[in-house]
């Protein structure tokens, strides 16, 4: 992902809540009016037990 960049990188997601992801271009000024596509892969990982 050298074109874009995401925050929050990691997040703890508790039942029933939401989380917010916002992805932006990291240098809007070499961007061109070609479109280009992206995928995003999120993954889940188990809790680490105490």
């Known amino acids: 992902m050298k074109d874009l960049v995401a925050t929050p990188?990691?997040?703890t997601l508790h039942?029933?809540?939401i989380q917010l992801i916002?992805?932006?271009l990291?240098?809007?000024q070499n961007?061109?009016?070609k479109a280009k596509?992206?995928?995003i892969f999120?993954?889940?990982l188990p809790?680490?037990?105490k």
């Open 15 to 17: 039942d029933g809540k």
């Open 42 to 44: 999120i993954k889940e």
């Open 31 to 33: 961007y061109s009016t």
């Open 22 to 24: 916002r992805v932006a």
């Open 37 to 39: 596509d992206y995928r």
């Open 9 to 11: 990188v990691t997040f």
């Open 47 to 49: 809790r680490r037990v």
């Open 26 to 28: 990291k240098n809007t």
